[in-house]
């Protein structure tokens, strides 16, 4: 796939996990995580990140918070 549509389904992938994006972007976007590793891996590390921050109460995690989550897995993933 181009670099154009990997920026677009990482760009977006918070959205496509909360459902938020019209029904051909949600479709556009799966059919390509299922065709991109690198993406799809990020799509679950995000996946994660949201799972964990709802854990909290909250809607959404601040974005200093996710970041830090997000670094912390990518660690946790390089590691193993």
Same mark, same amino acid.
């Not at 949201?50 to 993933?77: D, F, Y």
């Given at each position: 796939?181009? =670099?154009?549509?990997?920026?677009?389904?990482?760009d977006?992938?918070? $959205?496509?996990?909360?459902?938020?994006?019209? *029904?051909?972007e949600?479709r556009?976007? =799966?059919d390509?995580?299922?065709?991109?590793?690198?993406?799809?891996? $990020?799509? *679950?590390?995000?996946?994660r990140?949201k799972?964990l921050?709802?854990?909290t109460? =909250? $809607?959404?995690?601040? *974005?200093?918070?996710?970041?830090?989550?997000?670094?912390?897995?990518?660690?946790?993933? $390089?590691?193993?």
């Amino acid at each position: 796939m181009p =670099g154009r549509e990997c920026e677009e389904a990482l760009d977006r992938l918070f $959205e496509y996990i909360d459902d938020e994006l019209p *029904q051909d972007e949600l479709r556009r976007i =799966g059919d390509h995580l299922k065709t991109c590793p690198p993406c799809e891996a $990020e799509h *679950q590390i995000k996946e994660r990140i949201k799972n964990l921050t709802s854990l909290t109460g =909250g $809607e959404t995690a601040p *974005q200093a918070l996710r970041e830090k989550i997000l670094a912390s897995i990518r660690a946790t993933h $390089e590691v193993s």
